[in-house]
């Protein structure tokens, strides 16, 4: 499988092409699929048709599954998988769906948060035939990399406690009691790579 990674032009947002991932990959061929991500923390790979295990055997090439510990969104069968969705059956929706809705880093409110996410797109919304809701990716890295020095040397070594507690609690979105499990987590507020060394930003808007 040879594959050619395109850069966007901007610090991420680089796409991977000459990969199926529904078929078997090389070591070889993952491990240019992993520098790629190293280097520029989000990249795309389009027009997959892929079943949910086979979603699971490419994600698990990047390490231990993690699966999302509040809410009954995972995907029948496979709890590895969380459904994102707006859509409403009998008055319930069928996943999560206000994920994203604001500025975030997936499950910061663990004591140990995943190394990525993987996003497989089924659906995308659609108005007069234009595709609409656009799920954007910032990176904290390039933001860190971009402030003075004066300002890094302010922001190392501090901390900041993370509550989703509070967070459902001030939505009340139904999701309170699953909240209320998960105590107040601390993490640097400045947080070092442990593949690449890069630094980055780490921190939520909620």
């Known amino acids: 499988m040879s594959i050619e990674i395109r850069p966007s032009g901007g610090v991420l947002g680089h796409e991977i092409l000459g990969v199926d991932l529904a078929r078997p990959i090389s070591d070889s061929t993952f491990a240019d699929i992993e520098k790629a991500f190293n280097d520029c923390g989000t990249v795309v790979i389009r027009g997959q048709k892929i079943t949910p295990e086979q979603q699971i055997a490419f994600t698990r090439r990047f390490g231990e599954l993690d699966s999302y510990p509040a809410g009954n969104f995972a995907l029948p069968g496979h709890d ?93 979105d139904g999701r309170e009691k699953a909240g209320a499990e998960f105590p107040d987590v601390v993490h640097p507020l400045v947080r070092t790579h442990p593949i690449t060394g890069r630094k980055c930003l780490y921190l939520s808007e909620s």
């Not at 319930?92 to 663990?110: E, Q, V, Y």
């Not at 995943?114 to 910032?138: H, I, N, W």
């Open 80 to 172: 590895a998988i969380l459904v994102v969705s707006n859509i409403l059956e009998n008055g319930k929706p069928i996943g999560m769906i206000d994920a994203g809705r604001n500025w975030h880093s997936d499950m910061l409110f663990t004591e140990k948060p995943p190394r990525c996410s993987l996003l497989y797109c089924l659906e995308v919304p659609q108005k007069d035939g234009v595709t609409v809701g656009d799920t954007m990716f910032a990176s904290t890295a390039a933001a860190y990399d971009a402030l003075p020095g004066d300002m890094k040397q302010r922001l190392a070594g501090l901390k900041t406690l993370n509550s989703f507690r509070a967070y459902t609690a001030a939505r009340k």
